[in-house]
T-cell receptor
Framework: GAGVSQSPRYKVTKRGQDVALRCDPI?????LYWYRQALGQGPEFLTY????????KSGLPNDRFSAERPEGSISTLTIQRTEQRDSAMYRC????FGAGANVLTFGAGSRLTVL | AQTVTQSQPEMSVQEAETVTLSCTYD???????LFWYKQPPSRQMILVIR??????QNATENRFSVNFQKAAKSFSLKISDSQLGDAAMYFC???????????????FGKGTKLSVKP
């Protein structure tokens, strides 16, 4: 697509429920990134993929968080047994392959509220 | 590990005036990229400007320019002729030159909230 698409835009869930956040990157973008942004803070890296391979998951806060990108395009970030501290904006970004000058284009984000 | 520091949580500028937002970073790498992103109230993340560390010339995009001081590890953003639409959070970010591993992602500062007074 023309931009990075994320869904849902807003998600309200009860503590203990599982949530799945979806990211559809720009067509042709090999690299896909997940970030979490708390209110008043900068985005914090969670994980990223090149094609379908998860290159780095060091930013995932604990084993309740997981991500996949099975066909190298759409990615899903899953949070199991949500807790109130998981409430944040979850942002996806994509870029042409790898690091360097390639610009990350961000989606509008998915705002998660855990009650 | 690389870090990015924005020491000004909030800044204010009069419309049509010039303002400079500060950013410092820490790295042991010699090749890297630096970025400024804008986040308006809509909370989109919009790239403002990009600087390659190997280039001595400061990047410029219309009213936005940077002062890149590699030895001092400083990367400030200057906004000239400020407009009401410039009001936003501004994030400075670092990215390694290297491919693969954990060095592919952006490392962000905590941001500076810019207000523009009419």
């Amino acid at each position: 697509g023309a931009g990075v698409s994320q869904s849902p835009r807003y998600k309200v869930t009860k503590r203990g429920q599982d949530v799945a956040l979806r990211c559809d990157p720009i067509s042709g973008h090999v690299s896909l990134y997940w970030y979490r942004q708390a209110l008043g803070q900068g985005p914090e890296f969670l994980t990223y993929f090149n094609y379908e391979a998860q290159q780095d998951k060091s930013g995932l806060p604990n084993d309740r968080f997981s991500a996949e990108r099975p066909e190298g395009s759409i990615s899903t970030l899953t949070i199991q047994r949500t807790e109130q501290r998981d409430s944040a904006m979850y942002r996806c970004a994509s870029s042409l392959f790898g690091a360097g000058a390639n610009v990350l284009t961000f989606g509008a984000g998915s705002r998660l509220t855990v009650l | 590990a690389q870090t990015v520091t924005q020491s000004q949580p909030e800044m204010s500028v009069q419309e049509a005036e010039t303002v400079t937002l500060s950013c410092t970073y820490d790295t042991s790498e010699s090749d890297y990229y630096l970025f400024w992103y804008k986040q308006p109230p809509s909370r989109q993340m919009i790239l403002v400007i990009r600087q390659e560390a190997y280039k001595q010339q400061n990047a410029t995009e219309n009213r936005f320019s940077v002062n890149f001081q590699k030895a001092a590890k400083s990367f400030s953003l200057k906004i000239s002729d400020s407009q009401l639409g410039d009001a936003a959070m501004y994030f400075c970010a670092y990215r390694s030159q290297n491919y693969g591993g954990s060095q592919g992602n952006l490392i962000f500062g905590k941001g500076t909230k810019l207000s523009v007074k009419p």
